[in-house]
T-cell receptor, first 115, second 115 residues
Framework: ETGVTQTPRHLVMGMTNKKSLKCEQHLGHNAMYWYKQSAKKPLELMFVYNFKEQTENNSVPSRFSPECPNSSHLFLHLHTLQPEDSALYLC??????????????FGPGTRLTVL | AQSVSQHNHHVILSEAASLELGCNYSYGGTVNLFWYVQYPGQHLQLLLKYFSGDPLVKGIKGFEAEFIKSKFSFNLRKPSVQWSDTAEYFCAVTSTTDSWGKLQFGAGTQVVVTP
């Protein structure tokens, strides 16, 4: 256990559905991240939040919409996804976003399948 | 463009053999370097990290890595592997001047240790 939890662990959805992924960290960290892990590709950073403020949107399509209501919770809202969006979505947190504070702790991920 | 390259996608070796995984990066300026491991069915875990100081870094489970600045490399080593080291290994890099802590990952190396 890293202190970062994600729900659900598995999700199957149709292209017209709307769903949300949830991440919660119990480490007292200030920065939270969403990554996408696809087969045979490097982890792709999607979003960064620091003190609840989104500081990075790595050219992610608008069908992915993040929300960070407080520094312990992070959501990823999904709508009208495509089959190529099927992947493992990882949440991470760190004490801060930069320098020696940037040791990131990862959750177990949500395995998303888009039909 | 910034990039992280891991030399091998798959490595198969026997127990007690030595392991070395290559990682090269292309970044301007100073960097923080990480190796993460993902055991089957588990979340990403930090093996070791380099921020500054001694370029030979020791991590958990007998792993070590050497930062060679002139070669832009951060290779991971273990003198004698065990079956339990079967996992996927990821090198990651962030620039110390990146205030938002964007970690760039390599594509990963799948390591299989046979009994």
């Amino acid at each position: 256990e890293t202190g970062v939890t994600q729900t659900p662990r598995h999700l199957v959805m149709g292209m017209t559905n709307k769903k949300s992924l949830k991440c919660e960290q119990h480490l007292g960290h200030n920065a939270m991240y969403w990554y996408k892990q696809s087969a045979k590709k490097p982890l792709e950073l999607m979003f960064v939040y620091n003190f609840k403020e989104q500081t990075e949107n790595n050219s992610v399509p608008s069908r992915f919409s993040p929300e960070c209501p407080n520094s312990s919770h992070l959501f990823l809202h999904l709508h009208t996804l495509q089959p190529e969006d099927s992947a493992l979505y990882l949440c991470a947190s760190s004490q801060g976003p930069s320098g020696t504070y940037n040791e990131q702790f990862f959750g177990p991920g949500t395995r998303l399948t888009v039909l | 463009a910034q990039s992280v390259s891991q030399h091998n996608h798959h490595v198969i070796l026997s127990e007690a053999a030595s392991l070395e995984l290559g990682c090269n990066y292309s970044y301007g300026g100073t960097v923080n370097l990480f190796w993460y491991v993902q055991y089957p069915g588990q979340h990403l875990q930090l093996l070791l990290k380099y921020f500054s100081g001694d370029p030979l870094v020791k991590g958990i489970k007998g792993f070590e890595a050497e930062f060679i600045k002139s070669k832009f490399s951060f290779n991971l080593r273990k003198p004698s592997v065990q079956w339990s080291d079967t996992a996927e290994y990821f090198c990651a890099v962030t620039s110390t001047t990146d205030s938002w802590g964007k970690l760039q990952f390599g594509a990963g190396t799948q390591v299989v240790v046979t009994p």
